[in-house]
């Protein structure tokens, strides 16, 4: 299969064109990085001035979604240890977190000295979640682009939840572990408002509810929520306008008692989910879901082009694949 000569796209990634040096249209409008840094220091400065603004009434600054990863886990340290925000870290259980995560999650808000609460929903509804996204018929064509429609699925709890918990607690601030791939610089500051969040129930709220009941509307926001506009916090994810190293960020969080789960892919470090998702993603589309998030990496210098490659052909642990089949009854 054809591929980005300059990043990791293929040529059946949606969209994608390719001119005749063999360089694809994303690369070729790629502005370099002497931009990229320029943005990147716009957005740290706009933080840094909004945390001078918006001062938290409550007991905390900030509700970060912690996932017991290795990228959520430095950013958990970020927000204490760099700005020394008041953090609440809050974690979704989706019935597939490794052991050694659990531990890990322990070992770095100990460390770390923050608050931290755990969500786990009822596993058979997730259970029917999962297994109809594997169909790959939940959400438009555009969700398939940047994450499997399991990750999307998982994610738009995640986002759901938090929000929720952060209007209830009058916490001003959301912050994610996500990595500049996976998010650009300029959404890395996102005030959320009702209309935009009603405006996507249709995409995310809809599709669920209809195939896991109405138990799901509980987990969405309801009109409590929606009366109180002035309480929507801001999203952050600080890892893209701060410097990405993968290998100062591992020397970091191993400090903080971090370890790597066995049996994982080499594109998660905290989920047995994410490789049946891959698999389930790349044979119903035909290419790897992080294929997107990894070429950015690439293509920003975070990561080489061969390491980029190296990950979109893993195929991930298959003793792994076949426990989550398993447990969902696929």
Same mark, same amino acid.
């Given at each position: 299969? *054809? ?10 990634? &949606? ?5 005749? /040096? ?6 070729? +409008?790629?502005?370099?990085?002497? !931009? ?7 957005? *740290?400065?706009?933080?840094?001035? #909004? ?25 958990? +340290? ?9 953090? #609440? ?11 050694? @995560? ?35 018929? $939940? ?23 938090? #929000? *929720?918990?952060?209007? !209830?607690?009058?916490? &001003? ?12 610089? @300029?959404?890395?500051? $996102?005030?959320? =408002? &009702? ?14 509810? !209809?195939?896991?009941? *109405? ?6 926001? =309801? ?6 506009? /002035?309480?929507? &916090? ?7 306008? $701060?410097?990405?190293?993968? %290998?100062?960020?591992? =020397?970091?969080?191993? %400090? ?8 994982? /892919?080499?594109?998660? @470090? ?49 003793? @792994? ?10």
């Amino acid at each position: 299969m *054809k591929i980005c000569k300059s990043c990791v796209l293929p040529v059946n990634f &949606p969209h994608i064109t390719f001119a005749s /040096d063999g360089a694809c249209n994303l690369c070729r +409008s790629y502005k370099g990085s002497s !931009e990229a840094g320029r943005l990147k220091k716009e957005y *740290k400065d706009k933080f840094e001035l #909004l945390l001078k603004k918006i001062a938290s009434k409550g007991a905390y600054d900030i509700l970060v979604c912690y996932s017991g990863g290795k990228d959520s886990t430095y950013v958990l +340290s970020v927000f204490k240890e760099m700005y020394g925000l008041k953090i #609440l870290a809050f974690t979704f259980d989706n019935g597939f977190i490794p052991e050694r @995560t659990f531990i890990n999650i322990r070992n770095a808000i100990e460390r770390l000295d923050v608050d931290h609460i755990f969500f786990k929903p009822r596993f058979n509804l997730l259970k029917k979640i999962f297994r109809e996204a594997v169909k790959g018929f $939940l959400y438009p064509m555009k969700a398939m682009e940047r994450a499997s429609l399991i990750c999307t699925s998982c994610i738009g709890l995640v986002k759901y939840t938090a #929000l *929720k918990l952060a209007i !209830e607690k009058e916490i &001003p601030f959301v912050g994610f572990g996500w990595s500049p791939g996976q998010a650009p610089v @300029t959404s890395s500051i $996102l005030k959320i =408002n &009702p209309r935009m969040v009603k405006s996507m129930e249709d995409v995310i709220k809809r599709p669920i509810v !209809e195939v896991a009941g *109405k138990e799901m509307e509980g987990y969405f926001l =309801n009109e409590r929520h929606y009366s109180k506009p /002035d309480k929507f &916090p801001i999203y952050i994810h600080p890892l893209a306008f $701060l410097k990405y190293d993968e %290998k100062a960020i591992l =020397n970091k969080v191993k %400090k903080l008692g971090w370890i790597e789960p066995r049996g994982l /892919d080499l594109n998660s @470090t905290n989920c047995y989910l994410n490789s049946f998702a891959n698999a389930a993603h790349k044979r119903r589309y035909g290419f790897h879901p992080y294929v997107f998030e990894i070429a950015a990496l690439v293509r920003e210098g975070c990561m080489s082009r061969e390491e980029g490659l190296r990950r979109i052909r893993n195929t991930g642990d298959r003793k @792994t694949i076949e426990m989550v089949k398993r447990r969902l009854a696929i």
